[in-house]
């Protein structure tokens, strides 16, 4: 019997068997957990937590399971990290975790397909059979969370309440209940990157507003850093002058390197990252700088790097320069954002005379 004809006969006021009973009580669990979850989805990326809680609440309900719960997988981690927890979870041994990463997690994570451990289940492996007793569950399923062709996460149900055996109807509601947490991860990084976009048009709003206002060269420079390095995530960043006469840059407003780097490095044109760019005038991306001989440290924490320039006509009179302590930190949309962000910071710096005063002391 399906759940649409469960419900229509609820709705007419029908008796039911017993079995029918528990059809009955599945559906309206069904119907109240996919109910839930719809609305979830829509929310916030900020409150995109609760969405993954209701999606492993439900699962639990739905699939009447003693456990269940939601991973993704991280950046820089390899294997998934868990997200949300619901039932009666039970803290396992470390060698059991051990086994259930290579046995199930590694299987799943390759081949993109669900899997169903259950006593009865014909031609199943006997050892997740033996690891299933000994960390005191009664059959798991686990379906993956995709995006696209990856996969991004599974969701883990376990134990079922009625000591039923667990079959193929079991995956496919499992199956559902990961598209919604695979819905609910893409609405969030979608939120997250127009998030970004806005933040974007705000930064570069308060840089064209400054123009009005009478702000010294050195306040506006620090007001374009600082605003760069909030916009993506950086590290620390700087603003540079490129000084053509005597080949050398000079940092004139930096967040988060410090007095000492400031007034310490000293670089040429060609030399670094930053000189690549004041160099040849393009932007460049290094998403992990110790594998790039044009990288010179000057913190031993950054490990990826972009840079733009800021020019006068086609003459580099500047480059603005960001860090990220993490490798693959910055991808190519930041690359985009800073130079258009670029662009922008060499407008006002042109309209305030920044950039004919930085002429002037390279003549």
């Keep these: 019997m399906s759940v649409i004809s469960i419900l229509l006969e609820a709705l007419r006021g029908e008796r039911r068997s017993g079995e029918e009973t528990k059809g009955a009580s599945f559906a309206a669990a069904l119907t109240s957990g ?121 969701v883990i149900a376990a134990s079922p309440l009625d000591r039923r055996e667990l079959g193929d109807e079991d995956l496919k509601l499992l199956t559902v209940m990961a598209n919604f947490a695979a819905v609910a991860h893409g609405n969030s990084a979608l939120v997250a990157r127009l998030d970004k976009r806005a933040r974007k048009l705000s930064a570069i709003f308060e840089i064209s507003k400054a123009l009005n206002e009478e702000l010294s060269h050195a306040d506006l420079l620090q007001l374009i850093i600082d605003r760069a390095v909030d916009l993506l995530g950086a ?35 060609g030399e670094g990252i930053t000189g690549w760019v004041a160099k040849k005038g393009m932007p460049l991306l290094v998403s992990d700088v110790r594998a790039d001989t044009r990288y010179v440290e000057a913190n031993p924490f950054v490990g990826c790097e972009m840079a733009v320039p800021i020019k006068w006509g086609s003459e580099v009179m500047g480059v603005i320069n960001l860090d990220h302590d993490k ?28 950039l004919r005063d930085w002429t002037l002391q390279g003549e």
């Design 34 to 154: 996919l109910y839930e979850i719809s609305q979830a989805l829509g929310r916030p990326k900020e409150d995109v937590q609760l969405s993954f809680d209701l999606i492993t609440s439900a699962s639990a309900s739905i699939l009447r399971v003693e456990r269940c719960a939601l991973f993704f997988l991280e950046p820089d981690e390899e294997l998934p990290q868990i997200r949300s927890m619901a039932g009666m979870v039970k803290p396992l041994e470390k060698k059991y975790r051990i086994e259930l990463l290579y046995r199930v997690v590694k299987p799943v994570l390759s081949s993109g397909e669900g899997i169903i451990v259950s006593e009865g289940r014909p031609g199943i492996d006997r050892s997740l059979l033996r690891l299933m007793r000994r960390i005191d569950i009664q059959g798991f399923i686990v379906a993956p969370i995709k995006s696209g062709a990856s996969v991004v996460g599974m």
């Design 235 to 269: 590290y620390s960043g700087s603003v540079i002058r490129v000084d053509h006469l005597s080949g050398l840059l000079h940092i004139e407003a930096e967040q988060g390197l410090g007095v000492a780097v400031k007034s310490g490095l000293q670089l040429r044109i």
């Design 327 to 354: 490798v693959d930190g910055f991808m190519e949309e930041d690359l985009d954002m800073l130079e258009a962000f670029g662009h922008v910071a060499g407008a006002a710096l042109r309209n305030s005379n920044v």
